[in-house]
């Protein structure tokens, strides 16, 4: 079922004059493609208000920062197209979202150079680490539309990361923050097992992996 879809549907739009056509090459090992977007929360979704929300850059960093929602979304942003691959084994192509580079966020502060990884935190308690390098240079982003809309609560609304290069999990859901720290730090999921990198290229899966 999965592979005849696969087959007709991507695989036909996607060799369009002047695309490689390679999707095979887009899956990484183990994972399956799916065209549905799976809703996968540790529990309850949290519902900010906007006129309470705020997203702070704290740690490591000269002066702390933070943006009302207003002020967040006054920042630069940009559409993205990206890959994005769950632990649980699915896969979902050309995912189209709005938001903000993790690298305009840190323009507005200036990182302690001791700063080696961030934090995500998010609304309701959630965490999630990750180096500082893995951020950087357009590989994450904080995204509050996906598809053109206003991102859904369920799927992280108002403001959720993206860290298309790692597992799904990396991407905190609800996010209110990065905390630069010297110390890496587990966060939910890499401390009940998880990989503590989470690379879906390399089956990072699970610690020990
Ligand atoms: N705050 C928060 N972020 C989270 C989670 C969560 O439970 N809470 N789940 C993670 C996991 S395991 C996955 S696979 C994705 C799921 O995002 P989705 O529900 O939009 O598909 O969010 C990640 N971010
Ligand atoms: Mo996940």
């Known amino acids: ?31 399956y493609l799916t065209p549905d977007f799976p809703v ?4 309850p979704t949290p519902r900010t208000p906007l006129d309470k929300w705020t997203f702070a850059i704290s740690g490591l960093v000269r002066e702390p920062k ?8 006054a920042l630069s942003a940009r559409d993205w197209t990206v890959d994005i691959s769950c632990v649980t084994k699915w896969t979902k192509l050309d995912m189209n979202w709005r938001g903000v580079s993790v690298d305009t966020l840190f323009e507005n502060v200036e990182l302690d150079p001791s700063a080696a ?5 998010s609304d309701g308690g959630y965490t999630t680490n990750l180096p500082l390098g893995d951020v950087l ?11 053109g809309a206003p991102l859904a609560p369920e799927h992280g609304g108002p403001a959720r990361l993206v860290v298309p290069a790692r597992y799904f999990w990396k991407s905190a859901k609800w996010i ?3 905390r630069l720290q010297r110390e890496d730090e587990p966060g939910f999921w890499e401390s009940l097992g998880y990989h503590n990198r989470g690379d879906q290229w390399l089956e990072e899966r699970y610690s020990g992996d």
């Not at 996968?40 to 529990?43: E, N």
């Not at 990884?117 to 935190?121: K, P």
């Not at 240079?137 to 598809?147: H, L, P, R, S, T």
């Open 137 to 147: 240079n357009g590989q994450a982003f904080v995204a509050y539309e996906y598809d």
């Open 66 to 73: 933070q943006w009302t929602w207003d002020e967040f979304l």
């Open 40 to 43: 996968l929360s540790a529990g």
């Open 117 to 121: 990884f961030v934090i995500a935190w």
């Open 1 to 31: 079922m999965t592979e005849r879809f696969v087959t007709r549907g991507f695989v036909g739009r996607r060799t369009q004059p002047g695309e490689a056509g390679d999707l095979a090459s887009r899956i990484p090992p183990g994972q």
């Open 176 to 178: 209110r923050g990065l």
